[in-house]
């Protein structure tokens, strides 16, 4: 006998599509999205304002605690380990100091089955079943738990994939076909658990969206500089958006219909014209000081440069944001900023990056923030400045040898998208009419608002408030 035959009241699902696009699902695809404009005929549904910095992580942990990233003290994939220059960590499930939506659940007494959840490698004991994320390096090392439920998956589907390889490549082919192979074997796992395992909450997090915008927006936007009118990769995005809706749809039918569904996603996306070389930026502005400078045209990443450490007043690290550290005289090993200097200088630098023009002199829209001004606590190593360049059409680039403060082209590989700072949700209730479009809700809502849903008392250390529908 299935156990669906024992339902539970009270039992969430939660389809996060990772770096989904409002502007995509609610307008431009939603007559092609027949699953997503369902839920949204009857339930609540808008934009949701992503954490700051807007990215994979911390943005899931953000929103599945109902912490900042201040108080995560996670600022990126990667971070300081201390305030030496070069020590950096991997933001993996262990750097999760606080609960998140399936621990609540399984204090109190519920079953959770939770894949591909960003942070969730390596994988840590649940009520219920875990399948670790992208970050997970591969099915030789032990991704599920239990641990023996990983026989079981790889049984299911054998050639599970976490993420595809290389979504920086000019071989859009090749890419195209990993995305659409990662996509179909993470949906017949997810298609067996959901009937096949006793479940309260069930969660999984798609990554192929993300992928297929950075690695296919040239090919479908008008407005990026390398869209070509009718090229082979033009209908990439929008035929992949109706894959995981008709997806989306099979999942919830599994569910039952007694079961509240979250279509739901930690940031948005828009096209990406350039990057401003940051690092480059503070040596020419004589923030930064190089013993041997590269030569013009010798694209060298930051960590191989030979910095005079007594010299230099900041430095960065590049992204789809960028953090900006200051050398701080009694908080770094040479730092050269008397501490009584430190927010003046603070301030002077960051009035200087909002003000670095675009690739012909014009103005950009530039937003620079200050982690204590933003948080509500800045635990680990925070960067001094966070900086949104050119309202993230351009990315931050730490790589030097430019011969000039931007670039057309990313350093790291072929990327055409850049993060947007509002994402996603979709919200539908059983029986229950939604509010329809609302506004002003940010990610930290997600999780307060799960627990809401689920009977469960919300903390009060948690930031997010209840989404109403």
Same mark, same amino acid.
């Given at each position: ?192 658990? =959901? ?80 990057? =401003? ?46 953090? =900006? ?145």
């Amino acid at each position: 006998m299935s156990w669906l035959r024992r339902k539970k009241k009270n039992r969430i699902l939660v389809l996060g599509w990772d770096c989904a696009s409002p502007k995509l699902a609610f307008d431009h695809f939603k007559a092609d999205m027949p699953v997503l404009s369902s839920l949204m005929s009857q339930g609540t549904w808008g934009e949701l304002e992503s954490s700051i910095p807007c990215i994979t992580v911390p943005a899931w942990a953000s929103m599945l605690s109902s912490r900042d990233p201040g108080v995560l003290g996670i600022y990126g994939f990667r971070n300081r380990a201390d305030h030496s220059y070069s020590q950096m960590t991997t933001a993996n499930s262990a750097s999760i100091k606080v609960k998140r939506v399936w621990d609540y659940a399984g204090e109190a007494g519920r079953q959770s089955v939770v894949i591909g959840v960003p942070q969730t490698y390596p994988v840590r004991p649940i009520s219920g079943h875990m399948v670790s994320c992208f970050l997970t390096p591969g099915t030789e090392n032990a991704f599920t738990y239990p641990a023996i439920f990983k026989q079981e998956v790889l049984k299911v589907a054998p050639n599970y994939a976490f993420d595809v390889k290389d979504f920086r490549t000019m071989d859009k082919a090749r890419l195209l076909q990993q995305i659409i192979d990662m996509t179909e074997i993470q949906f017949k796992l997810l298609r067996y658990c =959901i009937t096949e395992k006793p479940w309260d909450f069930f969660m999984h997090v798609n990554m192929g969206v993300d992928r297929i915008h950075h690695g296919f927006w040239r090919y479908h936007d008008p407005e990026h500089r390398l869209y070509e009118r009718g090229n082979p990769f033009e209908s990439a995005i929008f035929d992949y958006y109706r894959m995981v809706d008709g997806m989306a749809g099979q999942l919830i039918e599994a569910a039952g219909d007694d079961v509240t569904v979250l279509v739901v996603s930690d940031h948005g996306i828009t096209r990406m014209d350039g990057g =401003i070389c940051v690092n480059e930026w503070l040596w020419r502005n004589g923030w930064l000081s190089l013993r041997t400078p590269p030569p013009d045209g010798k694209i060298t990443p930051f960590e191989n440069l030979d910095v005079d450490w007594s010299r230099t007043k900041a430095w960065a690290s590049g992204g789809y944001y960028g953090r =900006i550290f200051l050398n701080v005289e009694g908080r770094e090993p040479q730092g050269m900023i008397p501490a009584s200097h430190y927010q003046q200088v603070r301030d002077e630098l960051a009035l200087a990056l909002a003000a670095i023009p675009g690739a012909d002199g014009e103005s950009l829209n530039t937003t620079v923030f200050k982690p204590d001004a933003i948080y509500e606590q800045v635990r680990g190593v925070a960067p001094d400045l966070l900086v949104y360049f050119g309202d993230l059409h351009w990315r931050a680039v730490g790589s030097l040898g430019h011969g000039r403060h931007y670039t057309l082209e990313n350093d790291t590989g072929p990327d055409d998208a850049n993060h947007a700072r509002r994402g996603m949700f979709v919200l539908h209730e059983p029986g229950r009419r939604g509010a329809g479009r609302v506004t002003g809700h940010q990610l930290m809502d997600i999780a307060p608002t799960l627990l809401d849903r689920m009977g469960i008392a919300i903390p009060s250390e948690m930031q997010g408030k209840v989404i109403k529908g």
